[in-house]
């Protein structure tokens, strides 16, 4: 997968397959700059979980792997899938997550 080759979808638009695994596909109604904001803070966490883990900080790494889920909960990957939910809620999910994110990296 690359960003010339978008991976495949299922027909329904649901999931992604990459090697032949299913992954929750993102909330297509999400706007691109939400939605890559979102990304750059599902990254950062990440590295931080890797950080963490590697200097055998417990409190960092759970720390961050709770970023990790806010961040795919407010794309839609995680929690209540996106298409059972409302143009209200979904909205409401990336909003409330891409605030809470957005205070985890000011403090």
């Known amino acids: 997968m690359n960003a010339r080759h978008p991976p495949e979808r299922t027909p329904?638009?649901?999931f992604v397959v990459v090697d032949g695994r299913r992954w929750r596909a993102t909330d297509p109604s999400l706007p691109e700059e939400s939605a890559a904001r979102l990304r750059r803070h599902l990254m950062a966490a990440r590295r931080?979980?890797?950080t963490a883990t590697g200097a055998g900080d417990r409190e960092a790494e759970r720390s961050a792997r709770a970023?990790?889920?806010?961040?795919?909960v407010a794309?839609?990957?995680?929690?209540?899938?996106?298409?059972?939910q409302s143009e209200e809620e979904r909205r409401r999910r990336w909003q409330d997550g891409l605030a809470r994110l957005d205070a985890d990296t000011a403090d």
């Open 12 to 14: 329904d638009g649901h």
């Open 48 to 50: 931080a979980v890797r």
């Open 67 to 72: 970023r990790v889920q806010r961040a795919k």
């Open 75 to 84: 794309l839609g990957e995680r929690g209540t899938p996106w298409w059972e």
